[in-house]
């Protein structure tokens, strides 16, 4: 896909928020209707519009700001979108995620609470009618199809998240994007059926064009050969274990993160982006982390020492025994199982 032309419009909160000509397009199709009654009511129409997607996009903004994820948001054809650099924990990108939405929301109940509390006045005041009308259509009632399993709507982002907490990437991508053709199915015969809304109805099409496109983009053709390993993935694989080294796991996390995001990665990458995940969690201590990495990451020594340690910080200290003794233990380092020995026997944790 062609880069957008982004032009800046401001920055607030350190954050850049920029628009394309692509957004003007959909202010004035958004608009169109109100336009018809005035030239202020689809003014109104765009300033409804424009304010309830950067509050949308800001929510998403402020908590990759939080993690320090360089957000910038941008205002483009289709709605809004915020762009930060990949977060280093599949629990932050959830909450980045959900923030957007949960940030529209608040926004919209406002509004419908401005209705309730104003109702005796909204006839008189038939401009402020419409801009609490746009902000509630938003705010509530896309702010809830956003979060429907949708991908590339942030419920579709988290449904593929919770997916590849039990599933290889590629599968929990499949998956998502198989949700996502029947939910947009289901939803285009609803619109054109019962609420009998094109608009709506092309939406919920287009949606879904775009999972099968990506689901024939990544799959496998017959001819092709194995898929070979990813050179990205191998030199974001190799600063992860350099950083690793060096005594900075949580680049580590981050670099691990990226590598396991990168389409084409080999089973073999993979295998080393869990690796890294599980050891470098459990040096900084994040012990459950570590324990959830260590079910996907082969059964090697390191993957090893760092699951009895978050065994053993997390109380469960009898199941760090079992895992110490197991017939299948890979082999330690003298030194390393006696350290591991000595932790269980005395059930500390690790600082």
Partial sequence: MAPMNVFHLFTLGRIPVGATLGYAILMLFFSSQLFEAGIAYGLVGIFGLTLSLLVHEFGHAMAARHYRLSPRVSLVGWGGVCHHLPASKDLHSAIIVVSGPLAGMVLGFAALAAQSIFAAELPQRLLFAVTLDVLVYIGVWWSLVNLLPLWPLDGGQLFQLAAGRFLPPAKAEQLTHVVAIVVALAGAIFAFAVLQDRI????????????????????????????QRSGHGDELLSEATQALAAGDPREALRLAHQAKAVSGIGASQLDAAWTLLTVASARVGEWQDALDYSLRAPRIAPVFASRVEALAALGRVDEARRELHAPDAPALPPNGRAALESLVGEGRTVN
Wanted: hydrophobic share 55%.
């Fill in 200 to 227: 709506v109805g092309l939406m919920a099409i287009l949606i879904g064009g775009m999972n099968v496109q990506r689901m024939m983009a990544a799959r496998p053709k017959s001819a092709a050969p194995r898929r």
